[in-house]
Nanobody, 115 residues
């Protein structure tokens, strides 16, 4: 089993920044991919950014250039730096880990972008 604990969500004004953190514990060896997904009310959960154990990243088109995902393997933690936030970024952000053959999810953290 892998446990994921997120932190760093909150309320921010448009144009502001937030950094999300996700700490992994448990059976963390052989985690291949970690990342962030988000879900706004009435919508499906969608990928925001992912990073592999080798450091390869992928971003949703809507956040590319504004968000940066990084991974500290020594701390078993993945980060999502979110800049130039927009109201449409408002959602519950969930941390994700893929340790074959299973997917693991955090409990989610609310990000609200509003003036």
């Amino acid at each position: 089993q892998v446990q994921l604990v997120e932190s760093g969500g909150g309320l921010v004004q448009p144009g502001g920044s937030l950094r999300l953190s996700c700490a992994a514990s448990g059976s963390i060896l052989s985690i291949v991919t970690m990342g962030w997904y988000r879900q706004a009310p009435g919508t499906q959960r969608t990928m925001v950014a992912i990073i592999t154990s080798g450091g390869t990243t992928n971003y949703a088109d809507s956040v590319r250039g504004r968000f940066t995902i990084s991974r500290d393997n020594a701390k078993n933690t993945v980060y999502l730096q979110m800049n130039s936030l927009k109201p449409e970024d408002t959602a519950v952000y969930s941390c994700y880990a893929f340790r074959p053959p299973n997917n693991y999810w955090g409990q989610g953290t609310q990000v609200t972008v509003s003036s």
